[in-house]
């Protein structure tokens, strides 16, 4: 199923109301896509970028250009909760102590917002840029480091941990964890990487050209990428193992998320979401 949504989606996440929110970065909006295709659309403020459920039912997601975090209901009330100026969050995950973790890309921190909009704010090496975030399966949210191609790891009291990526030039960008491993893709090397407890950080090579963006667990074994450069999306095993299903030219693939129907979703840029089944 391909459905029409414009501006620009980017990201997504399943509600619990059984449908499939969106970012459109483009057009200052929030999409709601049923599992018929149907589509309602919410104005939120400017670049809204990464979106996470949360605990209390709602969609939260950043936002970049307002220097924000917002909230949406699954009936559509939009609030906001304003950070530093100049903060530029981006990823957004509910943590595993029930709070949302946001990186923060202009100020190079990461933060803390309880559901109420208390924030704490965690500093980070100068010019890092973290980018995505995800819980790890030791209970710690994991970040990726853009500019300093690193990977962060900071626990609910705020111990923060750093780890180089073997490739200086890599640009992590995406990051999720599976049940024992966290993956996370390199956008300037073509790569993928994957960290499991202290051992050395494992690298796969993909195609130079094919800018890997947005990753996510499958639901059976492995993970699923957005190939940007290449109009693909890959699915590879935790062996290695690589498939790709090409999309249409300049379909511009960012963000992925498995649906409550457990097919996987894909935001393309080009303006349309697409539900993917095995």
């Known amino acids: 199923m391909q459905v029409e949504v414009g501006g620009g989606p980017y990201a997504l996440a399943a509600g619990p109301d059984g ?3 969106v970012t ?31 605990r209390d039912g709602a969609l ?7 220097d924000a975090i917002g909230r949406i209901s699954t009936a559509g009330e939009v609030t906001s909760f304003p950070l530093s100026q100049g903060s530029a969050p981006f990823g957004l995950t509910s943590g595993p102590d029930g709070a949302l973790w946001f990186t923060a890309m202009g100020t190079h921190t990461v933060g803390r917002m309880t559901l109420s909009g208390e924030v704490t704010e965690f500093a980070l090496p100068g010019g890092s840029m973290p980018s ?20 962060g ?8 941990r750093i780890r180089d990526i073997p490739t200086r030039g890599g640009g992590p960008v995406g990051i ?15 790569k993928l990487g994957r960290i499991a407890d202290e051992a050395p950080i494992q690298e796969l090579e993909l195609d130079p050209e094919s800018r890997p963006h947005a990753i ?41 998320a498995i649906g409550p129907d ?16 095995s």
């Open 60 to 66: 939260w997601f950043t936002l970049s250009g307002d």
């Open 216 to 256: 996510i667990a499958a639901q059976a074994d492995g993970v699923w990428v957005s190939l940007w450069g290449a109009n693909q999306i890959a699915h590879v095993s935790d062996e290695g193992e690589i498939a790709t299903l090409d999309l249409p030219p300049g379909s511009e693939p960012h963000g992925l």
């Open 176 to 190: 999720t964890a599976t049940h024992d491993a966290l993956w996370f893709t390199e956008i300037l090397a073509g």
């Open 153 to 160: 790891r900071i626990d609910t009291r705020g111990d923060l």
């Open 19 to 21: 449908a499939i929110w």
């Open 262 to 277: 457990d097919a996987l979703w894909v935001a393309l840029e080009a303006g349309t979401v697409i539900r993917i089944t």
């Open 132 to 151: 995505m975030i995800t819980n790890g399966p030791d209970g710690a949210l994991w970040f990726t480091l853009n500019q300093a191609h690193a990977i």
């Open 24 to 54: 459109l970065v483009h057009g200052d909006q929030v999409a709601r896509v049923a599992m018929d295709g149907a589509v309602e659309t919410f104005d939120v403020g400017a670049r809204p970028s990464i979106i996470t459920a949360a």
